[in-house]
């Protein structure tokens, strides 16, 4: 019913960037929040940014002022730039969306199926 994929993961060193982006695609009739969560091994996914409709964002506390989130509303796309990476940011990074399908209706969320970010030297 509705897609998310998810690119630009990969393996970088300390202190470098990488930009991910998530294109969602299939029944769309709007879009409301968009974000990035991650999972890091033994450990339970966490949020790392969310951007509403409005453009607003919330950050968890360990990227703010390093990562910036952004969205192309008219093409469903939301991009994470991460700048100054830390190995401890190695993690799968998981899109998310809530999704409005049909006019009036209620929005549903959904996810990706991850992309792998290992900031290692």
């Known amino acids: 019913q509705v897609q998310l994929v998810e690119s630009g993961g990969g393996l970088v060193q300390p202190g470098g960037s990488l930009r991910l982006s998530c294109a969602a695609s299939?029944?769309?009739?709007?879009?409301?929040?968009m974000g990035w969560y991650r999972q890091a091994p033994g450990k339970e996914r966490e949020l790392v940014a969310v951007?509403?409709?409005?453009?607003?964002?919330t950050y968890v506390d360990s990227v703010r002022g390093r990562f910036t989130i952004s969205r192309d509303s008219w093409m469903n796309v939301v991009y994470l730039q991460m700048n100054s990476l830390k190995p401890e940011d190695t993690a799968v990074y998981y899109c998310?969306?809530?999704?409005?399908?049909?006019?009036?209706?209620?929005?549903?969320?959904?996810w990706g199926q991850g992309t792998q970010v290992t900031v290692s030297s």
């Open positions: 998310d969306a809530w999704v409005v399908t049909i006019p009036g209706g209620s929005d549903f969320r959904f």
């Open positions: 299939g029944r769309i009739f709007s879009i409301n929040a």
């Open positions: 951007i509403n409709s409005g453009g607003s964002t």
